[in-house]
């Protein structure tokens, strides 16, 4: 059966639920799913396992116009104020999209921290959306990274690590074939048990997705 996790103070015990999401800091459509998988806290002890998808490799680090992305220009309209009202309803800041960057130096920060700085982790996590949606920071420029990092109080050898150490580039890779093995074609992308759901899906997806899980394994508990 699902774990319960239980609190002090009489608070209602809320079943631990794990998570998989693939997801990547320069994906505005993480940015709003992030926030709302964050939902799921208020009924759920949530466990998520991280994995990071990067999804403009090619992107330089100093950053480019939005239009050399190759959409057309009534696409690209329509994608932005699809996200524009998906920001609104989430109370969501976001800046107008000028500029895409290489996520790469930020994703690797967010592994070492994630190993060597864990209590700094969702600070870090949050705080990279924030600057670059929010914000419009460069968060592929490693100087910005640093002052993030000075922000959410990740030591400096932690900072200088994540780029230095060989260890966090192959875990990178080792999620992007995870992803490619799984079928993960695009992020957002959450894993709940064996079931996927793709794309920054309603609030309630989620919901139902987690309650489908759980409900399952209740059931396989119950047969044991």
Known sequence: MPEVQEHSSGDTAKPRLSVTVFSDYICPFCYVGDARLDKLRDD???DVNWCFFEIHPDNPAEGKP???LGYPPE???RMMANLEQMARSDGLALAPRTFTT???SALLLAEATRSLAPQAFDDLHKRLFEAYFAERQNIGDRDVLRKIAAECEIPDDVVEKAWSD???EVRLRDQCVRAARMGVQGVPAYLFGRYMV???VPAETLVRAAEYVLNEESNEGDET
């Open 166 to 168: 060989p260890d966090y």
């Open 102 to 104: 290489n996520s790469h």
């Open 66 to 68: 939005v239009e050399e």
């Open 44 to 46: 759920y002890e949530l």
């Open 198 to 200: 793709s794309g920054a």
């Open 75 to 77: 696409q690209w309209k």
